[in-house]
């Protein structure tokens, strides 16, 4: 930087006064931001409210930072085929918990489309890199459209979606350097202890699977249902698949990426042109709708998972891809999910994360795709539509009924127009009785399930954990290994101990790259097969 333009960054930082040079955060309306952490809810553990201006600011600028490529799960691929109900729940009939028609019925089958997908890097970055991958399913109902949007771990980093952005933008490659920092993802991580459980996961082979065939898929999320009588219960929803499961190891991964950076997309579609048809069974854990004081940890909170003992895995239906697509920029590209696209019988709990992430989806799709995006064939629900909607960009019908005004957008109207629907049953009327705050839930415990976790791992995981971790974590400054060493030992005393070791151990000559890489060489292992199979969680 020469003199005249110090001294233009000098005034510049005058002129805008105190908050710039005590680096204080701001808006961009310049408002200094106060609580950057926690959304406003009503109590701790309640719902989010429309008045969060900062959050939707900050969420939808998010939303808006590429064009048009989606700013995260950019890389995937999809496809058809259909889901068949069991008709229960357990040994109960599903009309016990819900009214969602697509699950009354044994044999019921509804049209699906899939969209698999890895997260943070661009569309056509390798899938062998270590990243969460999404599992977003869109059920074209008789009711409409319901999407199931997911990733394949069943927690995730953070439990407020004011975060959101700056996760991502920890785990996106640096702004200057436009490559991936472990030093910079640790910074966040070790800011930010709920992280723990997502890391102890995504940095063992659960962090790269083998293909999309054989891995998990979770809503994350909790939702609830909702039965005729207006009673809700809350939901987790699981897909387990019937393939096995299978993940890679560090040393796996670079040994498929040198030979084809495709592997998982080729795998699905090859799959499925053999008539090797991939299933899932969708499996639901159940709890009633409280705060359960007996749990350590809140049940709203998804960075934990519940105990599958206390609240067991109950299947309610199978999914079977069974047809490729024909064309993947109008299919696998231009496809839109959204948390908030729910059909009758299905509705939201008061999850923070579930809260912010219902607005983010369908604004990004209206900015990336376009304002008349559900118009589009793979969007569009194979049912009935009629809207008062009108025009925007790339509008080529309008969702009308022969019979209707067409002179009338609006409703109510006595002169033919459109009259709302019948209710199905009665609404569900949760109650809320707390003070509008900025605050974190009561119990946070970050730390007890990531251990479980490493313990609960067999040894060749745990190995491969402790390996990525070293080799992510050593070019990093010394206080950001340090605090990590601190969180993990938290996790477990031997957790924390073998990183420690394994740091100090650490050649110097490890160099920045993709998280979990061994670039230097150090620790690779030959790859004997394409990915270890793994018990389920």
């Not at 002129?15 to 005590?22: D, K, L, P, Q, R």
């Not at 004011?162 to 640096?174: A, E, G, Q, T």
Request: hydrophobic content about 30%; aromatic content about 10%.
């Amino acid at each position: 930087m020469n003199d005249d333009q110090k001294k233009q960054g000098s005034d510049n930082g005058k002129e805008n006064g105190a908050a710039a040079s005590e680096n204080i955060l701001t808006t961009r309306q310049g408002h200094p931001v106060t609580d950057n952490q926690n959304l406003r809810t009503v109590g701790n553990r309640g719902p989010a409210t429309l008045e969060n201006y900062q959050f939707l600011e900050k969420i939808s600028h998010f939303d808006r930072e590429r064009i048009p490529e989606r700013v995260v799960h950019a890389r995937g691929a999809g496809a058809h085929g259909y889901f068949e109900a069991y008709g229960t729940v357990g040994n109960e009939p599903v009309s016990k918990y819900t009214r969602a028609k697509l699950f009354q019925e044994k044999g019921k089958r509804t049209p699906v489309f899939v969209r698999f997908s890895s997260v943070i890097h661009g569309g056509h970055s390798p899938e062998t890199l270590r990243d969460p991958r999404g599992f977003a399913t869109k059920f074209y109902t008789e009711d409409g459209n319901w999407d199931l949007v997911g990733n394949n771990l069943k927690v995730f980093f953070i439990r407020d979606a004011v975060k959101f952005p700056d996760l991502v933008h920890s785990f996106k490659p640096d702004p200057v350097t436009n490559r991936q920092e472990g030093q910079r993802i640790f910074d966040f991580i070790s800011n930010t202890p709920e992280a723990m459980h997502m890391i102890t996961f995504l940095f063992s082979p659960w962090g790269i699977p083998a293909n999309y065939r054989q891995m998990q898929g979770s809503g994350v999320n909790t939702y609830k249902w909702i039965n005729k009588e207006g009673t809700g219960v809350l939901v987790k929803y699981h897909w387990e698949p019937k393939q096995d499961i299978k993940n890679l190891t560090q040393a796996q991964a670079e040994e498929v990426q040198g030979k084809n950076f495709n592997h998982a997309t080729q795998d699905l579609y090859e799959a499925i042109e053999r008539g090797e048809f991939p299933e899932w069974e969708l499996c639901l854990q159940i709890m009633s709708d409280d705060e359960h004081p007996e749990l350590d940890f809140d049940p709203l909170d998804d960075t934990k998972l519940w105990p599958p003992d206390q609240f067991p895995f109950l299947p309610v239906g199978k999914m079977v891809l069974d047809r490729n697509p024909v064309n993947y920029f109008a299919e696998v590209e231009q496809v839109a999910f959204g948390t908030g696209v729910l059909v009758d019988g299905l509705d939201f709990s008061d999850d923070k994360m579930l809260q912010g992430r219902t607005f983010s989806y369908s604004d990004t799709q209206r900015h990336r795709v376009g304002t008349n995006y559900l118009q589009l064939p793979i969007n569009a629900p194979k049912t009935h539509v009629a809207t008062n909607q009108r025009d925007g960009q790339m509008a080529y019908h309008q969702d009308m009924v022969p019979g209707t005004n067409p002179h009338v957008n609006y409703e109510p109207s006595s002169l033919g127009g459109l009259k709302e629907a019948t209710k199905s049953g009665k609404d569900h009327e949760p109650e809320y009785h707390a003070k509008l705050v900025r605050q974190k839930i009561d119990r946070t415990n970050d730390f007890k399930q990531a251990g479980e976790r490493f313990r609960m791992f067999e040894d060749w995981e745990r190995d491969d954990l402790i390996l990525n971790l070293v080799n992510t974590l050593a070019p990093a400054e010394k206080h950001i290994r340090e605090k990590m060493v601190e969180q993990f030992s938290k996790c477990d005393e031997d957790y924390g101990r073998r990183v420690k070791e394994g740091l100090e151990k650490a050649s110097a000559a490890i160099e920045p790259g993709p998280i979990g890489s061994t670039q230097s060489g150090e620790g690779v292992r030959q790859a004997e097969e394409e990915g270890t199979k793994a018990k389920p969680y």
